[in-house]
């Protein structure tokens, strides 16, 4: 399959026999099919006076690809840069357009920090290379302007007919917060408020959205319900805290998803636990080892576990996002870990259902 670029002086006959040799049986968390039966090779080059492997990839996944040339380096003494030109993968069909995956973000128990993890994570997608978007799917309690610093932005629309999403950092999003006073929604019962969700929804001007994410209401009731049937969701994750109680309430939303037949992707326990700023000693506040105890009893993954911290807390009080402020800490990091798993299982989960997954995956690797 290299072959092709022997002919490219510039590069070693053993350098891209080395770098075809890695790529070839590579896998990892995120490849565990090898990178070679994921990615589409499209050119090995020198660009800018670097070895440059460019790849079209499925899902958003950069940090993975930095692993990789990483591991290249560290393994065979040849620095590249991997190109990775994500082509995303439109995992279940729908008509809504500019959108091209859905993921609900859920959670049984209110307060567990649900809406902060979702746009964290939609932060973290982009950042893995996605083009992003958010939808507010509290409409007796939107907390998403807020937490994106744009409390007090109102919605406009350039051709009169849909609605434009307020962008933000590059992210595109939606909030019934966006267009009513708080006070205004809060008096809608059931049927208005899945009716304003869905015009949100289907009345965005959405463009280009790798991955649209839903930050649905807290709890497991009728809208919970209607929201997930009413969305064409391609997969959901639940987040939890280590709490007996969020446990039980995390795991009456797997069963919500299951009877819907949306995938749950998996649960990210949320405030697992606390490193001391002086010490460094990890304590588990509120409980250890239950998200990992449900996954397994529900049969899905644990996602992540991610601490307690005041700058997480602070960031979202302030409307900032940790993968904003510092890209490079710890707590970017661990969303960016996340949210590559959940772009990458996404994509497994049409691998797993249909069997024209094996024809894309040889159509690329031709
Ligand atoms: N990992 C964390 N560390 C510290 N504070 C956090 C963390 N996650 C969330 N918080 C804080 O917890 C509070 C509740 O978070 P958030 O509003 O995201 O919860 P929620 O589950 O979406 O709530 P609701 O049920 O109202 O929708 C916020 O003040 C937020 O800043």
């Known amino acids: 399959m290299f072959?092709?670029?022997?002919?490219?002086?510039?590069?070693?006959?053993?350098?891209?026999?080395?770098?075809?040799?890695?790529?070839?049986?590579?896998?990892s968390d995120i490849f565990p099919e090898g990178i070679a039966n994921v990615c589409q090779l499209r050119?090995?080059?020198?660009?800018?006076?670097n070895i440059t492997l460019s790849l079209t990839v499925p899902f958003a996944c950069e940090s993975e690809l930095d692993?990789?040339?990483?591991?290249?380096?560290?393994?065979?003494?040849?620095?590249i840069i991997v190109d990775?030109?994500?082509d995303v993968l439109n995992i279940k069909k729908h008509d809504i357009t500019g959108i091209k995956n859905i993921i609900a973000i859920a959670s049984g128990k209110g307060g567990v920090g649900k809406s902060t993890t979702a746009v964290n994570l939609a932060y973290a997608m982009q950042a893995e290379g996605a083009r992003v978007g958010i939808l507010d799917a509290d409409i007796y309690g939107p907390?998403?302007?807020k937490m994106l610093g744009k409390e007090d932005v109102k919605v406009t629309s350039r051709d009169g007919k849909l609605m434009d999403p307020i962008e933000v950092n590059e992210l595109a999003a939606m909030s019934i917060g966006f267009l009513v006073d708080e006070k205004d929604a809060t008096?809608?019962?059931?049927?208005?408020?899945?009716?304003?969700?869905?015009?949100?929804?289907?009345?965005?001007?959405?463009?280009?959205?790798?991955?649209?994410?839903?930050?649905?209401p807290p709890g497991t009731g009728d809208i919970q319900l209607t929201l997930a049937q009413q969305v064409?969701?391609?997969?959901?994750?639940?987040?939890?805290?280590?709490?007996?109680?969020?446990?039980?309430?995390a795991a009456k939303g797997i069963a919500m998803f299951n009877k819907v037949n949306v995938p749950v992707l998996g649960v990210i326990e949320n405030m697992s636990y606390h490193l001391c700023q002086n010490c460094g000693e990890k304590s588990h506040l509120f409980g250890q080892g239950g998200g990992e105890l449900l996954s397994k009893d529900y049969g899905t993954q644990l996602l992540g576990q991610l601490p307690l911290d005041i700058s997480i807390c602070q960031h979202a009080d302030q409307g900032k996002s940790a993968l904003v402020e510092n890209s490079a800490g710890d707590i970017a990091q661990q969303y960016r870990r996340i949210a590559g798993k959940i772009a990458a299982d996404l994509f497994r989960q049409f691998d797993a259902r249909s069997p024209?997954?094996?024809?894309?995956?040889?159509?690329?690797?031709?």
Request: net charge negative; glycine share 4%.
């Open 232 to 249: 064409p969701v391609a997969a959901a994750v639940v987040i939890t805290t280590p709490q007996d109680i969020a446990l039980a309430d």
């Open 143 to 145: 907390s998403i302007p």
């Open 187 to 216: 008096i809608w019962r059931g049927p208005m408020a899945s009716r304003a969700f869905g015009q949100l929804l289907n009345e965005t001007a959405w463009q280009d959205i790798d991955y649209l994410i839903v930050d649905l």
């Open 356 to 366: 024209a997954t094996n024809e894309i995956l040889i159509k690329q690797v031709d």
């Open 84 to 86: 990775g030109r994500l």
């Open 43 to 49: 050119d090995l080059e020198i660009v800018d006076g």
């Open 67 to 79: 692993c990789f040339a990483e591991q290249l380096l560290s393994e065979q003494q040849v620095s």
């Open 3 to 27: 072959s092709k670029f022997f002919s490219k002086k510039s590069i070693a006959k053993e350098q891209i026999e080395a770098i075809e040799q890695f790529y070839q049986s590579y896998r």
